[in-house]
DNA sequence: CGGCATGTTGCGCA
DNA sequence: TTGCGCAACATGCC
């Protein structure tokens, strides 16, 4: 599910959920979620503990609780908050089982991972990579002159590669990098160091447009049963701006969708 | 059955 | 030292 405008969503949703809340119970069976911390220690570090904010930075979360310590998660490909109640069968695929009580109300918080790539950090210290992020689009919003910079240093990068690269900004991913360089219309195997000043404006401009875009759509909760994006996943189809049938490549490991009619590849 | 998947990390090599 | 390409992770779904 996560990019940063699915993270945000669940932030918000955790903010509702938790906020307050006290762990009276937590379940895990699964190594991998909490790696490096065994399943019994993490359960341990945090039952009792109300959870006093969550923040996000990117495609991470972190709840703060009351001792200090925070968990730090990472939603990996497939990972999702789901609430329910406390008496509600398990969910398939449930991974980290949070059963919670708020003003004598309780309830029941899962995390469920199919693929288990995700994470669930107990830690006091901030984790590395947390710290690592550049500037959160939402949150510290871009600013132009510094997204300059990061992308100078990687000028021969493709720029939708610079883009995902979570130092440049945190919580780009490949569906968000796709939409924004079409909006841009610039093609995504254009060197980092290419883009002028006016085009870093139109990412920036694309980048907004998207996050904005697909919270909007997370904010009206509608089942997503199709695909709601302009040309990610819709290769063959018609460019919904000049018509031109859309393509597909492969950058940087990852499938890359876009329009060679309308998005200009520029060269170094 | 084959192919593809919204992410991150680590390794080998130039 | 730095950067790049790619496999690995684990599993569902079309």
Known sequence: ??????????????????RGARIVE???RDDRIVRPMKPASFVKGVTGRVIERIERRGKWLRLLLDDGMSVFTHLGMTGWFERGASTDHPLRFDRVTFELS????TSRVTYVDPRRWGRMVLTKEDLPVWSSLGPDPLDDGIDEAALADKLARRKKRSIKEALMDQKVLAGVGNIQAIEALW????????????LTTSDIRAVTRGLRWTIDRTLADLAKGDGGAKNPFKIYGRKGEACPRCGEKLERLTLGGRTTTFCSACQRRLRS
């Open 1 to 18: 599910m996560p990019e940063l405008p699915e993270v945000e969503h669940t932030r918000k949703n955790l903010d509702r959920w938790m």
């Open 26 to 28: 937590v379940r895990t």
């Open 102 to 105: 708020r003003k004598g109300v």
């Open 183 to 194: 909006k841009a219309k610039i093609d995504p195997r254009s060197p980092a160091g290419a």
